[in-house]
Structures are given as structure tokens and as C-alpha cells.
């Protein structure tokens, strides 16, 4: 349920009216834009008296809402959510540019492709350390060690790092990473993602392989229900029919999570098609759709990554792409700018 306040409303007055919330045992979500400010309810709001809320002097109005999920809801929050990691802002501006290996392979490796992505852009650095690997027999990733390797390279290139962490059990290791990624084989692990919850540093939550969009918003919902409320969405494509990618990426996913919800949205162009040469069109395409960030795989060697090298790209592709898709992005804000003129 959501509570519109009426404008010129007094700082006193919304307090009293939260208290008074909070004492029927709801949580009460406060969301002040530039606007309007709104009151966002969880809780059994069934047998709350519209009527009585409504007539209150400082409410213009009380809506219900009909979705399971709520604090992820643009209802809720109808400016959009920006997060800040380490100096970089995502949501609502400029795409932000995350890169790096699928996994940390070594330091030499790590530290090359961070430079180089940093060269050309990037926002973040990625790289996995531990690593859910569909065979057992796969190399596992570093684990500890690819964390102080990340470490390293955040150190010297001051990009943020963002690493994968598959159960809670791994979180002493996390003390110096910047978001946590909770994988597509995760997106349900409600016991990670309640534990996230409890933790105020971003995650960005992939979509699991068969899961809808309503299901990854109540598994956005799970973390923000313990108060972090800086969760960054990833379409990373889904499984189909099709065999010509490996996964069909859902580009309609930006635009339907963007009006469903006020979280980023992030494309992943290299787990959904799995190939180098797809990368670069799909990834310009996701800026045209209006995602707030890609997250992309870069290798020094891709034909002898330890993982994922058929789709990961050169630094000298991913220079190419970074610039492409500036051009991109720049012609979008043209193109509104001129709509809107
Ligand atoms: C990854 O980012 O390397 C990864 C394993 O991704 P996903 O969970 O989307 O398969
Ligand atoms: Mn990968």
C-alpha cells in the first residue's frame, strides 16, 4: 500500500503519521522526491482501514498495491534508485561499464585486463574467485586467493570490484569487494540472499536461467526486505529453444524492469550469447533500450581462458565497444532531447 502526502505537508506532521504506521506493525518505506512524497507499506495491510488513513489531513491518498513485491516496486519509489560504489554511480545516467575475466586466473592476468579495461572506461572491474561451474571436473576459480588478486587490482587502478559469492559461508572473504554478485544459479538461494539483506554494500542480482521477471523482483525483494536497499538487476539471458546462443538474451527486460521497477538495470551481452562477436551488437542494443550498465567479459588470452573464452573479449574489442558505446548513448540523449524539444 502506498500513502501520497499532500505537498506542503510538515516534516512533524509525516513523522507523527510514520510512528503512527509503524504502531498498526508495518514497515514503512519513505521515499521524498523532488516531487511527491510517498509512504510505502509492507506488511498485512488487509484489514487497515483505507478510510481512516485517507481522511487524515496530511494524505492526499491511499493506494494499494497489487504487486507481491513491494519495496522494489516503482510505486514505492517512482524516482529512479541511483547506488554508488567507490565513486561510481549507477542508475538513472550514464551506462556504467563492468569488466574483466570470468575468472581470476592469476595476478599477472588480472592485473593486465584491469588496466586495460580501465584504459578504456570502465567502471568497475569484474572476475570471479569462487566459481559455480556446471562440471565439478572445471577449474573452480581461486577462491581467497582470487579475492586478494582482485584486491590487488583495485589497489591499483581504483576500480570497484565486483565478485560472485555463492554462500554465506564465503562472506569473511568478501571484507574489501565493492558489490556482490549472486550468480543466475543463485537468483533463489533465499538464505544468501536474506543474509545480503542484512548487509548494507550493493548486490547485483542475476536472473536465473528460468525465471520470470516477477520472480527476480521478489528475489530483489528478499534482500530489500532486511534493509539493503542497493540492488542492481542483470538480465543475463534465459533459456529457450534457440541453440544458436547460448542463452537468449531478453532485451525486453530493461524496459519492463525499468517501469516495474526504480532499481538499475544491467545487461549482461556475454553469458547470454556466448560468443565474442555477438558482444559488441548486443551490448550497443542494451544502451538503445536504456540499460544503466553492461557487465562484460574481458581476457588477455581469450583462447586460453580458464573459463568462458569463447565469449570474452580482447581489451582491444572491449576498447572498441566502450567507445561504441558512448556514441550510442550520446545519440539516445539527442535523440530525447530532440523528441522532447
Ligand atoms: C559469471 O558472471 O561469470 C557467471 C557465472 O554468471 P551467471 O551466474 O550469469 O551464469
Ligand atoms: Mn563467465
Keep these: 500500500m502506498i500513502v501520497l502526502i499532500k505537498d506542503g505537508a510538515k516534516e512533524e506532521q509525516v513523522r507523527q503519521l510514520i510512528e503512527r504506521l509503524e504502531s498498526f506493525g508495518f514497515q514503512v518505506h519513505v521515499s521524498k522526491g523532488v516531487v ?4 510505502g507499506l509492507v506488511g498485512n495491510t488487509a484489514r487497515l482501514d483505507i478510510d481512516l488513513i485517507r481522511s487524515m489531513e496530511i494524505v492526499q491518498d491511499v493506494k494499494r498495491v497489487q504487486e507481491p513485491y513491494k519495496n522494489a516496486n516503482r510505486k514505492f519509489h517512482p524516482e529512479d534508485t541511483v547506488i554508488t560504489v567507490g565513486g561510481v554511480t549507477i542508475g538513472g545516467g550514464k ?3 563492468i569488466a574483466g575475466p570470468c575468472s581470476v586466473e592469476s595476478e599477472d592476468q588480472i592485473l593486465q585486463v584491469a588496466r586495460a579495461v580501465k584504459r578504456s572506461g570502465a567502471g568497475m572491474l569484474r572476475g570471479g574467485a569462487f566459481k559455480p561451474r556446471t562440471s565439478p571436473y572445471s577449474f573452480q576459480g581461486l577462491g581467497a586467493e ?7 587490482a583495485k589497489e591499483e587502478t581504483g576500480l570497484p570490484i565486483v565478485t560472485e559469492i555463492m554462500d554465506q559461508g564465503q562472506l569473511p572473504f568478501f ?4 558489490v556482490f554478485q549472486v550468480g543466475a544459479r543463485n537468483m533463489q538461494n533465499y538464505e ?8 548494507r554494500k550493493p548486490v547485483l542480482l542475476k536472473r536465473g536461467f528460468s525465471n520470470t521477471l516477477e520472480e527476480l523482483l521478489m528475489s530483489a525483494e528478499y534482500i530489500m526486505a532486511g534493509g539493503n536497499e542497493q540492488v542492481i538487476l542483470c538480465e543475463r539471458g534465459i533459456r529457450t529453444f534457440e541453440t544458436a546462443t547460448r542463452n537468449t538474451l531478453d532485451l525486453s527486460a530493461v524496459p519492463v524492469l525499468k517501469q516495474l521497477s526504480h532499481l538499475p538495470v544491467v545487461i ?9 562477436s555477438l558482444v559488441r551488437p548486443m551490448s550497443l542494443s542494451a544502451i538503445a533500450a536504456g540499460a544503466d550498465g553492461l557487465i562484460i567479459e574481458v581476457h588477455n588470452d581469450p583462447p586460453h581462458a580458464l573459463s568462458d573464452g569463447p565469449q570474452s573479449l580482447t581489451p582491444e574489442a572491449f576498447d ?3 567507445k561504441a558505446a558512448d556514441l550510442v548513448f550520446q545519440a539516445v540523449l539527442a535523440g ?3 523528441m522532447t524539444s
Design 36 to 39: 511527491k512524497t510517498i509512504l
Design 95 to 97: 551506462p556504467v561499464l
Design 146 to 152: 582470487g579475492i586478494r588478486l582482485l584486491l590487488l
Design 175 to 178: 571484507d574489501g569487494v565493492d
Design 192 to 199: 544468501l540472499l536474506r543474509v545480503l539483506g542484512t548487509l
Design 268 to 276: 549482461d551481452p556475454s553469458h547470454s550469447t556466448g560468443m565474442a
Design 320 to 322: 572498441d565497444l566502450a
Design 336 to 338: 530525447t532531447a530532440a
